[in-house]
């Protein structure tokens, strides 16, 4: 991944750092489209929504970033990335509340955001800078925010 600013510069050697410090390999060995599930979007559905949100994304970073990654600004930098995404780029205010849930998004915001965490844990599974870029990335392609933007 190429690093696109200072910021990024800083939050690589957070990461780094954390990472060099993990004794095991979290890269598994499975195709993506083996996890994908073969969801129908035309409705929201609730239990649907409990199991991507809960069961799928929260699960799979718990699983494979939190061992990697200790809670500190690395962890604060990835999970904010990753909300942005899930609230439709609705940043926090002066106060530190968002007034959203991601949580409440729809279905098929929570299957793409858990797209790019199946894909990295496919592909990579162990430098969770590269996690950050992907979804800072989809970020800026649905234009919640720039590359330079501090979030």
Not at 21 to 37: A, C, F, L, P
Not at 89 to 112: A, E, F
Not at 124 to 149: M, S, W
Request: net charge positive; hydrophobic share 35%; no cysteine.
């Amino acid at each position: 991944m190429r690093i696109e600013n200072q910021l990024d510069s800083e939050i690589e050697k957070i990461f780094a750092e954390a990472e060099a410090s993990v004794k095991y390999q979290t890269k598994i060995g499975i195709n993506r489209e083996d996890w994908r599930d073969k969801t129908d979007f035309s409705a929201e559905n609730p239990e649907e929504a409990h199991r991507l949100y809960f069961k799928s994304i929260n699960r799979l970073l718990r699983k494979f970033v939190y061992p990697i990654l200790p809670k500190g600004k690395g962890r604060i930098q990835l999970h904010e990335v990753k909300n942005l995404l899930l609230n439709y780029g609705k940043k926090k205010n002066s106060q530190g509340i968002r007034g959203s849930s991601g949580q409440m998004s729809h279905n098929i915001t929570k299957q793409m955001v858990l797209d790019i965490i199946q894909d990295w844990v496919v592909s990579d599974g162990k430098a969770t800078f590269n996690l950050y870029v992907k979804l800072r990335d989809k970020n800026v392609e649905l234009g919640y925010i720039t590359k330079r933007d501090n979030i």
